[in-house]
Each structure stands twice: as structure tokens, then as C-alpha cells.
């Protein structure tokens, strides 16, 4: 059996003060890796971000604010990864916002924070971390994007059009760094209950005129087979794996972790 410890790896996951983040962010600590956190919240969420993640780990974690809208922000929270940890083994582009509304009713700011957030951040972390991994002679990229990285639901162009667009990011670096020893993978998961599903569901309900309660079951669990919402844990064991030795021939892929949704 091929090991999967990532110990002696260093990892950044962008986005990760809460939900998926957090647990990618929990996982690779616990199998070894020095990670890098980022996201927004309250002293009190980064503290207790911070917490959770060196609880699991021998090593510590370190935090660095930095804003995924502002390009100069990205490329220093790479540089302070490389400062921190001597190099980038592992890059997790998680960072994402959600916002529901008509597309005639779109907040033109609201599409340019989730194209900036969603896909464009993950443009200048990989530009950026690219060349430490070249010289490593090796790394693992892994975008989280999204069942709407293949499908839509109406009421979220913005969202869809930078999840499609991370697919689209995914497989073509990918196929730049194909003999580098550099893989480029994207998870997609279905809905994981975490805040950016929780505060987007009164909005639904006012977007499609039905109530909250309808939203869960006949909107997000009705697109799920499986009825029943993916969990954190589940992505971040699919991140493991993608981010570990065992995986280094999966490159250019959009895994889905959906309950069954884009079979359909
Ligand atoms: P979340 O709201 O719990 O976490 C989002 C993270 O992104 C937070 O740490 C937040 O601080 C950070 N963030 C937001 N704006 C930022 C900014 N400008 N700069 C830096 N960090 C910022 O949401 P989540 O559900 O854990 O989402 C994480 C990723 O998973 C997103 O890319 C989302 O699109 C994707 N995803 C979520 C689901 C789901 O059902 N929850 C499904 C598919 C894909």
C-alpha cells in the first residue's frame, strides 16, 4: 500500500476559517502537513480556526489574512507560505462566496466578488506557487469547485459561471504541468451543510417564492440522489488522497462527490 502520510509537506488552503476550508485545512494537519490558513472572520473564528487545526497536528499552523478579491494580497499569502514553511507542496484553492438572486436583479459588485473570489483567486495563487513547486520538483494543485462546475440551478449565474470557469482553469494547467510532476485536480462536491449553504437558503426561499424548509428538500436535496447532504469530512478525505503519492497519475479531472447529482 502506498503511504499517505503528507508529513514534511507544507500546505495552503485559502478560505479555510469555516466549513470545507476548516476541514481540509484539519485533515492535512492530522496526516502531517504544515499548513497555511486564510479566510475572514472575527479574531474569535481565526483563534478557534487556528486551534482546531493545531489540535490535530504535532506541527503548528499558521494564519495569514488575506483578502481573495486583491491579487497583491494572494501573491504575499504564497510568499508568506513559502516564507513559513521553506516551499509549497500542496495548494487548496477553497476560498468561495455564494449570492442568489435573477440575473436582471444581479448586483453587478456581487458578480465581481464571486469571479474574483471563486475563480479568479485560484489564478494567482497557482501563478504564484507554481514556480516553488517547479523547483521542488513537484506538487498537488486542488480547486474546490462545485457540482455547479458542470451543471446549473437557476438564480446563481455568477457562482456557476466561476465554478464552470474553475473546471476550465483545472484541466488546462494541468496539462501544462503534466511532466512536471505537478497535478491539477478539482473536487466537486454536491451540497455540504456548512454556512454558505445555511445562508443562502432564506434567499432561495425568496427567490423561488417557497419556504425555507422547501428549499432543503424539494431544491437542494431533491437534486441529491442520495438525499442526504455530503459532508466535510467526505471532501476532505477525497482531498487527502488527491493531495498524496498514491494519486499521481490523476491529473486534469473534475471528481464529483455529489450524492449522484451530475448522474443525472
Ligand atoms: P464557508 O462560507 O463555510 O467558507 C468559505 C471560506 O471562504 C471562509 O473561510 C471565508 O472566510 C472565506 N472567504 C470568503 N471570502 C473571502 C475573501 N474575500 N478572502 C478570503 N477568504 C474569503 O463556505 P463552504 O461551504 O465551506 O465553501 C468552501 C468552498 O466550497 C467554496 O469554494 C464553495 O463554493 C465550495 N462548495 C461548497 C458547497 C457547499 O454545499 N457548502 C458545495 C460545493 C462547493
Known amino acids: 500500500m502506498t503511504d499517505l502520510t503528507l508529513a514534511g509537506k507544507s500546505a ?13 485545512a484539519t485533515a492535512l494537519a492530522a496526516r502531517g502537513a504544515q499548513v497555511m490558513l486564510n479566510g ?32 497583491g494580497e ?13 516551499g509549497i507542496d500542496i495548494l487548496i484553492n477553497n476560498a468561495g462566496i455564494q449570492h442568489v438572486a435573477p ?10 466578488d464571486i469571479l474574483a473570489i471563486n475563480l479568479s483567486s485560484a489564478f494567482h495563487t497557482i501563478r504564484s506557487a ?14 474546490i469547485a462545485s457540482a455547479h462546475a458542470s451543471v ?6 455568477a457562482y456557476v459561471a466561476a465554478k464552470h470557469g474553475m ?11 503534466a511532466e512536471r510532476n505537478i497535478t491539477v485536480n478539482a473536487v466537486s462536491p454536491g451540497y455540504v451543510l456548512t454556512p454558505l449553504v445555511e445562508n443562502q437558503i432564506a434567499a432561495t426561499a425568496s427567490a423561488r417564492g417557497i419556504s425555507e424548509d422547501a428549499v432543503v428538500s424539494d431544491v437542494m436535496l431533491a437534486a441529491q440522489p442520495t438525499k442526504s ?4 469530512e467526505q471532501v476532505a478525505e477525497l482531498v487527502l488522497f488527491l493531495a498524496s503519492d498514491a494519486a499521481a497519475s490523476i491529473t486534469g479531472s473534475i471528481l464529483p462527490i455529489d450524492g449522484g447529482w451530475t448522474a443525472q
Open 12 to 24: 495552503l488552503v485559502t478560505g479555510s476559517t469555516s466549513g470545507i476550508g476548516l476541514g481540509i
Open 152 to 157: 446549473a440551478s437557476p438564480f446563481k449565474s
Open 103 to 112: 440575473v436582471q436583479d444581479f448586483p453587478i459588485e456581487k458578480w465581481n
Open 229 to 232: 447532504f455530503i459532508t466535510i
Open 74 to 86: 494572494i501573491e504575499a499569502l504564497v510568499q508568506e507560505t513559502v516564507d513559513n514553511f521553506g
Open 167 to 177: 473546471a476550465g482553469l483545472t484541466k488546462t494547467v494541468a496539462l501544462e504541468l
Open 40 to 71: 475572514l472572520g472575527s479574531q474569535h473564528d481565526i483563534d478557534a480556526a487556528l486551534a482546531q487545526v493545531r489540535a490535530a497536528s504535532a506541527s503548528d499552523a499558521v494564519f495569514v489574512a488575506a483578502d481573495m478579491r486583491v491579487p
Open 130 to 143: 507554481v514556480p516553488h513547486m517547479l523547483s521542488a520538483g513537484g506538487g498537488r494543485i486542488i480547486n
